[in-house]
């Protein structure tokens, strides 16, 4: 089973994405996670990707593509595969696509977690993080027990700049004009199915349960 996960940060895709790798003993693959080993690990792929990082510079979609399919080829996605972060542009999703075919692959499905822009402002924008432990809590979904105050050990929280909600604006913003037609994209080809992510996390992630036990069984 080979699943990519859409949707817009803040929509709750890499919560769910690991929920179904574990229920479905696949892979959880993100592109932070392969981006991360390959350096780590000093790969011919990692050392040319830190060189434009180094920069400040974006790596190139073919680098980002070799090191995806390079995941792909290891022995623990014999079965699939949870994608999350990639593709994330029209062009990345093609040659995904045609990387794919020339082995012998194909996605099963692109998920789409679909959430109204200001509520993922009203979810981001309430996250605190813990500066001492890097704890992390919600105002409203998981609050501390005093204010400001981090459960575990006590350290002050703070809000990080990327929850704030000028940056959310601005992340949207990305997400709608580059990554958000990938959802016509991947219904292009039939692969698209769309759960509505303003429900509760468990209640979304039965959602995607019930799509998925077609190609399960």
Known sequence: ??????????????????????????PHISTGDIFR??????????????????????VPDEITLDMVMDRFAQDDCKNGYVLDGFPRTIPQADALNKALVEVGEQIDYAINIEVPD???????????ACVSCGGTYHVVFTPTKKEGICDACGGELIIRDDDKPETVAKRL?????????????????????????????????????????????
């Open 1 to 26: 089973m080979k699943i990519i996960m859409l949707g817009a940060p803040g929509a709750g895709k890499g919560t769910q994405a690991k929920k179904i790798a574990e229920k479905y003993k696949i």
């Open 37 to 58: 080993a390959n350096i780590k690990n000093n790969t011919e792929l990692g050392a040319k990707a830190k060189e434009y990082m180094d920069q400040g510079l974006l």
């Open 118 to 128: 200001e509520l993922i402002v009203s979810r981001m924008s309430g996250r605190r």
């Open 173 to 217: 913003n990305v997400y709608h004009n580059q990554t958000q037609p990938l959802i016509n994209y991947y219904h292009g080809l039939g692969l698209l199915e769309e759960v509505d992510g303003t429900k509760d996390a468990l209640e979304v992630f039965e959602d995607i349960i019930g799509i998925l036990g077609k190609v399960a069984q």
